[in-house]
């Protein structure tokens, strides 16, 4: 991509986007120089033109699939809209919507899918998802790509994330480290990434404008992985190749959404092909960018924010200014972007948000 000459008209707001939540400050869109679909698909070939903030992005979870009803997430053009949830999941498993925490969780009490993971094959039922009511949803969501935004799929649960809803987080844990279940892991997971190439080749076929794909699959604690990174190499990895060398070879992106202390396991990250993370906070994302930002894309979030989630800066201008230009430096490198971390983008105020724009314009080379 050749060069954009910046001008101080792109900080010309298009459109103000509100605070994620009452409280908290709206986000200017930019007059951009190219479309933020354009200027995603930059830096994810290492050609950016500015920090993304993931404001760019729309995430879609179409309410055709039950997992994004059973866990409150669909993100569509239904009305349907986040915050309403609960019910059987794609497998048939119960979940149960909790309001306190805008969110879903297992329903207690019911009896596990699975006990064994030896017994997957017999258990487990996959569905035919070209029978779902796909044209509904393009009706629906035709105007979801009009906006000019990079949009990315959601797909929920993922693999382990997938094994804790079959049979609860102890016995999930246990089956990954148990001789006698992971050789029959490894085959779920493996059926797993051809159920998800499977429905990610479907949701192709009707929404041939998707960017991306967004995989959930929560991989550890406040403090450290759920599992030793041998073991992610040995029974994660392999299914999750096989899954992002599939959505690579349509011609799009993948993302990975995991969250917990994770510094350990992102070398098995790059190992499995995944283009983007975003870390929560409660990792170095500064270590992480410097070990590991020249092989996969990073969330790094910004000390002005002091990685407390939800705090409002309360620097004055020039000190957000400042921090904004030092984090440009630190951080927006033409052979080596980074993404803004989509926690932190929460939180960002105008004077920071303007200051960051302009100084990654400068500093990714492109001005």
């Not at 984090?327 to 200051?355: E, G, H, I, V």
Request: with cysteine; aromatic share 12%; net charge negative.
């Amino acid at each position: 991509m050749s060069k954009i000459p910046y001008s101080d008209a792109e900080l010309k707001i298009a459109y103000e986007r509100p605070g994620a939540m009452p409280g908290f400050p709206s986000t200017p869109e930019y007059s951009f120089p190219v479309s933020q679909r354009e200027g995603v698909l930059a830096a994810l070939n290492h050609e950016p033109i500015w920090e993304i903030t993931g404001l760019e992005v729309s995430y879609f979870a179409p309410r055709l699939n039950p997992d994004n009803i059973a866990r409150a997430s669909v993100m569509d053009g239904s009305g349907s809209g986040l915050g309403v949830g609960g019910g059987l999941d794609i497998f048939g498993v119960d979940w149960e919507f909790v309001p306190s925490v805008g969110g879903s969780m297992v329903r207690p009490g019911g009896t596990p899918l699975l006990t064994d993971v030896n017994d997957w094959e017999r258990v487990v039922k996959f569905p035919d998802v070209t029978k779902w009511d796909w044209e509904t949803a393009k009706a629906e969501n035709a105007e979801l790509f009009k906006g000019g935004k990079f949009v990315s799929m959601w797909i929920l649960n993922g693999f382990f994330e997938r094994l804790i809803s079959f049979m609860e987080f102890e016995n999930a844990a246990f089956a990954l480290v148990d001789e006698e279940q992971q050789d029959a892991v490894k085959a779920l997971f493996n059926r797993l990434a051809d159920f998800y190439i499977e429905l990610i080749d479907v949701e192709l076929k009707h929404f041939p404008q998707l960017d991306g794909f967004f995989v959930h699959d929560d991989w550890g604690s406040q403090r450290a992985p759920f599992f030793s990174p041998k073991i992610a190499e040995e029974l994660l990895v392999p299914a999750m190749r096989k899954l992002t060398d599939y959505i690579h070879s349509r011609g799009k992106y993948a993302e990975l959404h995991s969250c917990g202390h994770l510094l350990l396991q992102v070398p098995n990250m790059i190992a499995a092909g995944w283009d983007i993370w975003c870390p929560q906070m409660l990792n170095d994302t500064h270590k992480i960018y410097e070990l590991y930002g020249d092989k996969i894309i990073i969330g790094v979030s910004p000390d002005v924010h002091s990685n407390d989630f939800g705090k409002i800066s309360t620097e004055t201008e020039a000190e957000q200014i400042a921090a904004a230009d030092s984090f440009a430096k630190s951080f927006c490198k033409q052979d080596k972007p980074s993404f803004f971390n989509m926690y932190a983008s929460m939180t960002l105020t105008p004077a920071y948000r303007s200051a960051l724009y302009k100084a990654s314009r400068l500093a990714y080379g492109r001005g």
